[in-house]
């Protein structure tokens, strides 16, 4: 199958979702594609396990996506080779009472990953600019000093949560987080094809939310606003990548290649060095479990 | 190979650890142990979709064992197929300052997995009735009111600790979690040889530490706390397992086996159904999107 080119899919200066591809399949069967899959992340195990032993860099993967777009299942096939040890999932959901007594940023920070450790933000503190800026009324339920009506959130608000986004992503890059951003990038026509199939899949039936017809109306606007906000927040230290999502076996292929290639190139990753002093006093150590 | 008969690991009345199993091989060869553990976590993995997608449980294993009884190993291979996303490991050390601060239960209480989701305690709250017990100075630091000296650290001591625990678990069981307690139960000469590997493996040296022979000159002080944590604390809604663990690959197999069967026993664990009132609209819906 063809080499992947992870650069192709990163966002360097801008990105025009429309014409962005939705699907990939790298000339490759489902089978091929599963059996590099496998090996990606065989490897990315391998790496992991180096990382939590180092212990001074943690990892944040960030995933967003519309709807169906193949979020849980990434997550599930992608780290299924990490030691479970490791791995630290936070699904975002509407947030609590207690969350909106803090700033947006709150309930991310302190799900961050610990040094050693990947962390999966499964929906970021990216909605803070996606489904509250679709939907202005959410907003204005977080109690924003200033903010007292819906025609307070204006560009100059978005603008200065995208700043405090940017700085916050480049104050935890500087303290040991690598960060990525996935966007997984589906049709509006496979959206189709995926709720139609909860609908007419009996077992899959429970997944259906009448909520996700409504959503799917406001499509365009949510393009328009994952676009501002993919162009506003991509940086060399935090950057987003753009990934066919319509065929998802390709989409969780270019994931894993993806971060396996960057984790890659932190060649000061490795498992740490003996103490000195422990050192010099191996053949003790042994010299005393073998006359035991 | 022999079926895997779990009732023969579960501790009912009580249990002597001196004359306890700590190998098994079930006669099949190391690959066939794999297979079959392959299969049962493929069939865990499936469970713990609909443990997810029900919502109302949540599972907590606990795992104890001796310095190198092959923990972290274990949560890597058990937990493979699961989804990432409804997994939480907690390994927990030296508590901090802050964790001291509040009472010794405080800090598992909070790392209690959601319901919906599998929690790992990688040593649990007994490390306050073994390790705290084997130095009882380590307890001492723990500022509890009405302990001022080692001294006071007396069998009413332990006692209250074992009440509290059972009362612990006796209220979280009662609100919905199924708790699974495992003793990898090792050989001191399994735990001499893990060690030596651990010494003369050049890859493997920087996960020895020598406060591991140490403790292991402490080994039947260990064993003796273990074996009465285990007996006052093996209830029917929280039962201790002990799992022979000088064959790794065995002691995985009976760990996954032991949780699959207990979980089938819960026949209310299933997807949810849909709300009356979407269902009844299905096909408008499916309309909806047929037509667009």
Redesign the interface.
């Known amino acids: 199958m063809n080499k992947i080119d992870i650069d192709s899919y990163r966002v360097k200066e801008s990105i025009t979702l429309n014409t962005a591809a939705t699907f990939e399949n790298f000339d490759a069967d489902d089978a091929k594609l599963k059996k590099k899959l496998e090996k990606i992340r065989r490897e990315l195990g391998e790496f992991q396990d180096v990382l939590y032993?180092h212990g001074k860099y943690s990892v944040l993967m960030c995933l967003q996506g519309m709807d169906t777009s193949g979020k849980?299942s990434l997550?599930?096939e992608v780290?299924?080779?990490?030691?479970?040890?490791?791995?630290?999932?936070h699904?975002f959901k509407v947030p609590t009472a207690l969350e909106l007594k803090h700033d947006f940023l709150w309930r991310h920070y302190i799900a961050l990953p610990a040094k050693g450790k990947v962390g999966?933000f499964?929906r970021t503190h990216y909605e803070n600019v996606l489904v509250t800026r679709v939907h202005p009324e959410y907003v204005m339920g977080e109690h924003i000093p200033g903010i007292h009506k819906v025609a307070d959130l204006n560009d100059a608000f978005w603008e200065k949560r995208f700043e405090q986004i940017n700085n916050f992503e480049k104050h935890i890059a500087a303290n040991g987080t690598i960060i990525f951003k996935f966007f997984l990038h589906l049709s509006k026509e496979e959206q189709?094809q995926r709720?139609?199939r909860r609908?007419?899949l009996k077992?899959k039936?429970?997944k259906?939310?009448?909520g996700d017809?409504k959503e799917r109306k406001l499509w365009d606007r949510y393009q328009e606003c994952y676009e501002d906000a993919i162009n506003k927040t991509s940086k060399t230290h935090a950057p987003w990548f753009v990934i066919p999502a319509d065929n998802k076996k390709a989409a969780r292929l270019i994931v894993a290649e993806t971060m396996l290639q960057e984790l890659k190139k932190y060649k000061d990753i490795k498992?740490?060095?003996?103490d000195d002093k422990?050192?010099a006093?191996?053949e003790d150590?042994?010299n005393?479990?073998?006359k035991?």
Chains 1, 2 share one sequence.
């Open positions: 032993a849980d997550i599930r780290f299924k080779d990490f030691n479970a040890r490791g791995v630290v999932v699904s999966v499964n189709r709720l139609l609908l007419n077992r039936n429970w259906f939310s009448p017809l498992e740490p060095e003996l422990i050192k006093n191996l150590y042994k005393q479990l073998e035991e």
